[in-house]
């Protein structure tokens, strides 16, 4: 069984990254109009981790809400 505090932390981890991607896509261009070029390029870099996060966040909702399907029992089956 797949405890609900991972479900939920899931749940709202992934609104939080989308944000947090704006937020740090937002910071780079910023930096780079202002021509940091070495800031915008490390900012970039931390929007790429961030988009794996959002990723690996979403693969394992999905694969958590699966596994939370076949465990509940069929109505009527």
Known sequence: MIPRGFLITLVF???ILVVALAVILG??????ALGDAAGSR???W???????????DALM???????????EPRDGG
């Not at 909702?61 to 465990?71: D, S």
């Open 13 to 15: 981890a992934l609104p």
């Open 27 to 32: 910071a780079s261009a910023l930096t780079a």
């Open 42 to 44: 490390g900012l970039l």
């Open 46 to 56: 931390v929007a790429i981790a961030a988009v794996m996060l959002l990723v690996m």
């Open 61 to 71: 909702l999905l694969v958590v809400l699966g596994l939370r399907a076949l465990e």
